[in-house]
């Protein structure tokens, strides 16, 4: 029997949980999970972000490995935390999770390793001028992004100058990000279709992953404010297996060299978001996680044991390549609640899951269980309702299908996820 404990509550907390869970005689633990992942595992309330308290918990359970979900709990030290409790753990430590947590450190680390990405400068309140200056060199066309962790909404895309003032002064005058924005990285704004690639490491292997591609705005066409991700397709239909190939020569693992040569390497999932600009590809930022919703469609669509590939990743011993996947295409759509990003209404009863084609699989992120068993809305991003298909359409036609049978008060969703990539907008909602 393995007992695996997943940190986190999300969607992707729930695709992990569930992705274990094909093996036989795994014994599964989510904390805190949520009302989705309550029927495959048992939910314990813990903070994520306290990694004394998730250490102590994987040592009460006897948890043979801890796997580590959200970007909050890894830069908080739970890997370090679990690790020192002689714990196998898959998640990087706090300091190879600042290839995510610290954009500056992960623009300094692609300069030094030669790694593409857009031109940058970074500082805070006392380097306006320099900023001020770079922004003036880009012609205002620039991206601002808080430094540190921002719940994915860190980042402002700027038309001209001006945007790029108000910006400035949403992170650094008016601290919108709290400590996380008081530095700013600011860079070149660059243009073209997005595709997230996913590599597993144990430290120094990569084993490639599909890629993926999200739909990070709120509204069909990419319109609206940008969110934790309203949709995802696998694989991207716009990567090659040559473009995938240079993907890892030029990307991914000079970065897990990068990182290990620092004497902090990585052990997790490291993805890399690209944009495929017209002058090759540029990684816009790397997450040191499973995406949320990518998690969603990659690991239905993977054809050996998800467990076995954490536990190799947190063992050292990861075979190198390409991970084995089924031939299909996976399409997730998720369903927020209303006020979604924002402020959101919660307690409404979910209806409809148990009218949903058998294939068809369903990934909680934010539901709980109330004490009568009902099935109620607990946060932003409620679920996420994935089909396979032969290709993009097929695919796409059957999750629709479903998701028409799902009901709660205030549902939201895109109507276009997997439909042709939109023309570029860099338009601010
Ligand atoms: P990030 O959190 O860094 O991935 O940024 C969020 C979103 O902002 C990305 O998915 C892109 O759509 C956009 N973005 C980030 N950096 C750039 C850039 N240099 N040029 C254009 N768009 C960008
Ligand atoms: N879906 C985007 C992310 O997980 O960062």
Redesign the pocket.
């Known amino acids: 029997m393995t007992r695996v404990l997943i940190v986190g509550g999300g969607g992707r907390e729930h695709a992990l949980a569930w992705a274990c869970a094909q093996d036989h005689g795994v014994d599964i633990l989510c904390a805190p999970g949520n009302g989705g992942t309550a029927s495959i595992a048992k939910n314990v309330r813990v903070e994520v972000t306290d990694a004394a308290a998730v250490a102590a918990l994987a040592v009460e359970e006897h948890a043979d490995l801890v796997v580590v979900g959200p970007d909050a709990a890894a830069a908080a030290g739970v890997a370090d935390a679990c690790l020192r409790r002689g714990i196998a753990v898959f998640g990087p430590t706090a300091a190879a999770a600042r290839i995510e947590s610290s954009?500056s450190f992960a623009k300094r680390l692609m300069d030094e390793a030669g790694i593409p990405t857009?031109r940058w400068t970074s500082g805070g309140a006392g380097d306006r001028g320099r900023l001020r200056a770079f922004i003036a060199e880009l012609g205002g066309a620039c991206?601002i992004?808080a430094d540190g962790l921002a719940l994915?909404k860190?980042?402002v895309?700027c038309d001209t100058a001006s945007d790029a003032e108000r910006a400035l002064a949403a992170c650094l005058d008016e601290r919108r990000f709290g400590d996380a924005g008081m530095t700013v990285v600011v860079?070149?704004?660059?243009?073209g279709p997005?595709v997230s690639v996913f590599g597993l490491c144990d430290g120094t292997r990569l084993r490639m992953l599909h890629t993926a591609r999200?739909h990070?705005r709120l509204q069909d066409g990419d319109r609206g404010p940008?969110t934790g991700g309203m949709g995802a397709v696998s694989p991207s239909p716009d990567v090659d297996d040559a473009l995938l190939d240079a993907t890892i020569t030029a990307v991914l693992q000079p970065c897990v060299d990068a990182l290990k040569d620092r004497g902090t390497s990585f052990v997790g999932c490291l993805y890399a978001?690209l944009?495929l600009t017209d002058a090759g590809p540029?990684v816009?930022?790397f997450n040191a996680r499973f995406g949320d919703p990518e998690a969603q469609v990659l690991l239905p669509l993977l054809d050996e044991s998800a467990l076995e590939l954490l536990v190799a990743c947190a063992r050292g011993r990861l075979e190198p390549g390409r991970a084995r996947f089924r031939a299909d295409t996976a399409l997730g759509v998720v369903t927020a609640t209303a006020g979604y990003p924002g402020d959101v209404r919660t307690g409404d009863i979910v209806t409809g899951l148990d009218a949903l084609d058998g294939d068809v699989l369903v990934f909680h992120g934010g539901t709980r269980r109330s004490d009568d068993g009902t099935l109620r809305t607990s946060g932003g991003r409620v679920l996420c309702v994935v089909a396979l298909g032969a290709d993009v359409e097929a695919a796409r036609s059957h999750a629709y299908e479903n998701l028409a049978r799902v009901r709660f008060e205030g549902m939201q969703y895109r109507r276009d996820i997997g439909a042709a990539v939109t023309a570029f907008s860099?338009a601010s909602p």
Do not use: S, T, Y
Request: proline letters at 0%.
């Open positions: 954009k857009a991206v992004k994915g860190g980042v895309v860079e070149e704004r660059l243009a997005e999200d990070k940008n978001g944009m540029r816009l930022e860099a």
